[in-house]
């Protein structure tokens, strides 16, 4: 399995990674950890002209804290989030994520924005990013934009990015103290994509949901919003017949394909059931 | 064809320089052109670690790495690893703990356990599961692979080791 030809570049800053990237055009692609461009590649679903390798610009690695918002180079690897005790203790959610994601091989190499960005609703960061109400900073040819997770998925393999931008930079902001999470996966074996998965974080005041954002995972054609969970959830005691209610509107709706991993069906009965412990996990480690 | 590019690095603490076209991958360099044929080609699918090769210090599958990503690393296959003619300590913990039966997933086996033993010297039995997970092995079911990690942890923490197949032990005495 060889890829078509191409030609490699290798830019050691951002506005040099830019300006190959118009000068190129659609015939270039922007290369992050290769976990899913290669692959493509190889069975050429992928055949690019020009490859720009971001993996040397160290602008765009790292985690840090400014304010209110943890910021995320988009080339940080998965075991690096992983492994940073800022987001252990700060942001737990995209690392419980994290450790979910494929094997320790490919967590060397994929990235945090090559996960985001490369839209296949298996991908498990898009939901996670919706549940943290993260943004992403988007360089382009005319400087920078900021734009909400909220949003950016638009469908399968189509995102908001415009032709000639670079993700560079994730942000997150830091949730509140008390703030319950979790990210439950349903995956057949380890390194699975997820039959589907949903991620929570929400906040209790007084025995009821005061704030909370939920996002499922590969049971559609990119992460979705349960928006109609969220709204009935809020203002209302989690007990079991109201997380029961609210899995039943993340369910109404998914629209997964049939594949190896199941029936339509039965996916959306497993999206329901991991909106279902997400919930019961993120309530149960939140401040009441 | 598209245009040769040269790349150069450190391959087992030598230097290399290939010409390679930016299409190929790292496991064909090795095997065919630099003839180190441990890592295998197991799936080619990025999914069964037998390519596995440590890069810059970290475990990855050379069959989704491209030569050209490796200017300037630092690569180590499993040629890298007996010294003078004696085992590594990983070798030695596969051998005593029966950790293969085909062998064909070893190399990427033990390279992997290499990284992992970097990183946490002492691993519990389920951290060695959970980052070694990446490795399939289709005849040991992995119990004597968790006992070789274990017993080469033990080792290379200076600690004595045992094997627990004791009659390795007096086939020897
Ligand atoms: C065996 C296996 C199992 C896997 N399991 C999972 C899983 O369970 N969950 C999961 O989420 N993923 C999984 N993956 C995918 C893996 O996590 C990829 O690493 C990830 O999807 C893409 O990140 P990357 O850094 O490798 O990006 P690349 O493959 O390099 O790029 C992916 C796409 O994003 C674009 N891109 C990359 N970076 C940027 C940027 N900064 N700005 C704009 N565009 C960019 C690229 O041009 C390309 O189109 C798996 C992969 C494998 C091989
Ligand atoms: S050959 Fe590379 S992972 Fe199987
Ligand atoms: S020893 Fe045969 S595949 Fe592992």
């Given at each position: 399995m060889i890829p078509r030809p191409f030609e490699y570049h290798a830019p050691r800053s951002l506005p040099d990674a830019l300006a190959l990237l118009s000068q190129f055009g659609d015939e270039a692609k922007l290369l992050a950890g290769g976990h899913s461009l290669l692959p493509m590649m190889k069975l050429r679903f992928a055949e690019p002209a020009h490859l720009i390798d971001l993996g040397h610009i160290a602008e765009l690695k790292g985690i840090?804290?400014?304010?209110?918002?943890?910021?995320?180079?988009?080339?940080?690897?998965?075991?690096?989030?992983?492994?940073?005790?800022?987001?252990?203790?700060?942001?737990?959610?995209l690392v419980e994520g994290a450790r979910l994601i494929s094997d320790p091989q490919v967590r060397y190499k994929g990235t945090l924005g090559g996960d985001i960005s490369h839209g296949d609703p298996g991908n498990d960061h898009p939901?996670?990013?919706?549940?943290?109400d993260a943004s992403f900073v988007l360089a382009g040819p005319g400087g920078e934009?900021?734009?909400?997770?909220?949003?950016y998925f638009l469908g399968t393999y189509y995102t908001a990015l415009e032709p000639g931008e670079i993700m560079t930079e994730i942000r997150i902001?830091?949730?509140?103290?008390?703030?319950?999470?979790?990210?439950?996966?349903?995956?057949?074996?380890?390194?699975?994509?997820?039959?589907?998965?949903?991620?929570v974080s929400l906040r209790l005041k007084g025995g009821t949901v005061a704030d909370v954002r939920i996002a499922l995972t590969n049971v559609g054609p990119t992460a979705l919003k349960a928006r109609e969970a969220e709204d009935y959830l809020r203002g209302k005691?989690?007990?079991?017949?109201?997380?029961?209610?609210?899995?039943?509107?993340?369910?109404?709706?998914?629209?997964?394909?049939?594949?190896?991993?199941?029936?339509?069906?039965?996916?959306?009965?497993?999206?329901?059931?991991?909106?279902?412990?997400?919930?019961?996990?993120?309530?149960?480690?939140?401040?009441? | 064809m598209s245009k040769k590019q040269m790349v150069s690095f450190k391959l087992n603490d030598k230097e290399v320089d290939m010409v390679v076209e930016?299409?190929?991958?790292?496991?064909?360099?090795?095997?065919?052109?630099?003839?180190?044929?441990?890592?295998?080609?197991?799936?080619?699918?990025?999914?069964?670690?037998?390519?596995?090769?440590?890069?810059?210090?970290?475990?990855?599958?050379s069959c989704t790495v491209l030569t050209v990503q490796c200017q300037d690393a630092d690569v180590k296959t499993i040629?890298?690893?007996?010294?003078?003619?004696?085992?590594?300590?990983?070798?030695?913990?596969?051998?005593?703990?029966?950790?293969?039966?085909?062998?064909?997933?070893?190399?990427?086996?033990?390279?992997?356990?290499?990284?992992?033993?970097?990183?946490?010297?002492?691993?519990?039995?389920?951290?060695?599961?959970?980052?070694?997970?990446?490795?399939?092995?289709?005849?040991?079911?992995?119990?004597?692979?968790?006992?070789?990690?274990?017993?080469?942890?033990?080792?290379?923490?200076?600690?004595?080791?045992?094997?627990?197949?004791?009659?390795?032990?007096?086939?020897?005495?």
């Open positions: 840090r804290q400014e304010g209110t918002e943890i910021r995320i180079g988009a080339m940080t690897t998965e075991n690096e989030l992983i492994w940073s005790k800022l987001l252990q203790e700060k942001v737990p959610l939901a996670i990013m919706l549940a943290l934009r900021v734009v909400p997770a909220d949003g902001p830091v949730p509140a103290a008390g703030t319950g999470w979790n990210y439950a996966k349903l995956k057949r074996k380890t390194g699975d994509f997820a039959t589907a998965a949903a991620a005691a989690p007990d079991e017949a109201a997380i029961a209610e609210a899995a039943r509107l993340a369910m109404s709706i998914c629209e997964p394909v049939t594949d190896l991993r199941g029936d339509t069906e039965y996916k959306t009965a497993m999206a329901g059931e991991m909106t279902r412990r997400a919930l019961g996990v993120a309530c149960s480690r939140a401040a009441r | 930016p299409r190929e991958l790292l496991i064909h360099t090795l095997r065919e052109k630099l003839q180190h044929t441990g890592p295998h080609i197991g799936c080619e699918t990025s999914h069964c670690g037998a390519c596995t090769v440590d890069m810059n210090g970290m475990s990855v599958k040629e890298g690893f007996a010294q003078g003619g004696e085992l590594h300590a990983i070798q030695e913990g596969f051998m005593q703990e029966h950790g293969l039966q085909c062998g064909f997933c070893t190399p990427g086996m033990i390279t992997r356990t290499y990284r992992l033993l970097q990183e946490n010297p002492n691993p519990t039995e389920e951290e060695i599961r959970y980052w070694m997970a990446g490795n399939l092995c289709r005849c040991t079911g992995y119990q004597n692979i968790v006992k070789a990690v274990q017993y080469a942890a033990k080792k290379l923490r200076g600690e004595p080791v045992q094997t627990s197949h004791p009659l390795m032990e007096e086939a020897k005495a």
